[in-house]
C-alpha cells in the first residue's frame, strides 16, 4: 500500500489507483472486505467444527511448545458456544485481546481501501500487541499459565 505524503488531492490519488475515494465508496469496500473475511471465518469455523481438517500448528508439532496462537481456533469455537471458561483457558491471551486484533483487522481493511497510512499510535500499539504475543508464547512454556 503507497502512503500519502500529504500533498496528494483525493482526484491525484483515485487518478493513481484507479478507484473511488469517496467516504461512501470506501466505506462500502471496506464493508464488503469485512463481510468476505466473516464469510470465510464461517467456512473454516464449519469445516474444522465438522471434519477432522484444521490448520495444524508446526511449531506445536515440530518442537512440543505451545505457539503465542495455539488454541485460538479451539478458543473461538468454545465462544461460538458460550462457553467463555474453557475459551478462556485455550488461550488467555487471545481471548482477551481479539476484539483489539478485530478492531485493527477492520481498521487496516480501511486505511487500505482509503489508501491512508496508518498512524504512529495504532501502529505503536500494533507493535505492543506483537511484544506481548511473543512475550506470551514464551511464558506460556515456562509457567503454567
Given at each position: 500500500m503507497s502512503h500519502l505524503t500529504g500533498s496528494e488531492t483525493r482526484e491525484e490519488l483515485e487518478k493513481r489507483y484507479g478507484v473511488d475515494l469517496s467516504p461512501k465508496a470506501v466505506r462500502r469496500r471496506t464493508i464488503r472486505?469485512?463481510?468476505?473475511?466473516?464469510?470465510?471465518?464461517?467456512?473454516?469455523?464449519?469445516?474444522?467444527?465438522?471434519?477432522?481438517?484444521?490448520?495444524?500448528?508446526?511449531?506445536?508439532?515440530?518442537?512440543?511448545f505451545d505457539c503465542p496462537a495455539c488454541g485460538t481456533t479451539r478458543m473461538l469455537i468454545s465462544v461460538s458456544k458460550l462457553d467463555f471458561v474453557r475459551a478462556f483457558r485455550y488461550?488467555?491471551?487471545?481471548?482477551?485481546?481479539?476484539?483489539?486484533?478485530?478492531?485493527?483487522?477492520?481498521?487496516?481493511?480501511?486505511?487500505?481501501?482509503?489508501?491512508?497510512?496508518?498512524?504512529?499510535?495504532?501502529?505503536?500499539?500494533?507493535?505492543?500487541?506483537?511484544?506481548?504475543?511473543?512475550l506470551y508464547g514464551i511464558l506460556r512454556n515456562i509457567l503454567p499459565i
Open positions: 472486505d469485512v463481510v468476505i473475511l466473516f464469510l470465510v471465518g464461517v467456512v473454516y469455523y464449519f469445516v474444522v467444527r465438522f471434519t477432522d481438517l484444521g490448520i495444524k500448528c508446526y511449531i506445536h508439532e515440530v518442537t512440543g488461550n488467555r491471551f487471545m481471548f482477551i485481546t481479539f476484539p483489539f486484533v478485530v478492531g485493527e483487522i477492520i481498521y487496516f481493511l480501511y486505511l487500505n481501501e482509503a489508501k491512508k497510512p496508518v498512524n504512529k499510535v495504532n501502529q505503536t500499539l500494533v507493535f505492543i500487541w506483537i511484544g506481548l504475543f511473543v
